[in-house]
């Protein structure tokens, strides 16, 4: 038992010492977190302000979990970086058709910007159909833009 440890220690010691005395690189072919840990670790680095960081996590996520696409839409959003964050809602949403939050936040963006506001409408209503569990945040969107809309008519009329 003891010899063996002996050899090992000797084989280790060449090693190191053959490879220029730094210890053997070790390359990971493989990814060793899943998606949600991606995401959670996003999450993490978003709530830390690291939101290149959080970005770069849930872009790999995004290739298994099309939620990641929202969450990426958000840290642009937060950035004021609209065109993006609706770039990656309009993904989310192309990967999965019923992402309630993908529709509310591309709502709130064409709200904000004054923009598109028969489409924002219609996302938001979209939002409610299909998470009634968030309907008052969702409504909260709808009654917004429907009043944006209602004085847009009325600049109109005058």
């Known amino acids: 038992m003891q010899r063996n440890a002996l050899y090992y220690m000797c084989i280790l010691f ?19 977190l899943t998606p949600e840990e991606h995401l959670n670790l996003g999450v993490a680095y978003e709530k830390g302000g690291e939101f290149d960081e959080a970005i770069k996590e849930y872009d790999k996520a995004s290739k298994k979990l099309p939620v990641a696409y929202v ?13 993006k964050a609706e770039h990656y809602y309009k993904k989310a949403l192309k990967k999965d058709e019923e992402n309630a939050d993908a529709y509310n936040n591309l709502a709130w963006i064409y709200y904000l910007q004054k923009r598109e506001l ?3 409408e219609e996302y938001a209503k ?33």
């Open 14 to 32: 060449l090693t190191v010492y053959i490879s220029g005395c730094s210890f053997p690189k070790i390359i990971v072919l493989e990814d060793p």
């Open 71 to 83: 969450y990426m839409g958000n840290i642009h959003f937060i950035k004021s970086q609209y065109e």
């Open 118 to 120: 028969d489409s924002a």
């Open 126 to 158: 979209r939002a409610i159909e299909l998470n009634p569990e968030k309907k008052s945040y969702y409504e909260d969107t709808l009654m917004k833009i429907q009043n944006l809309r209602r004085d847009n008519r009325l600049l109109d009329i005058k």
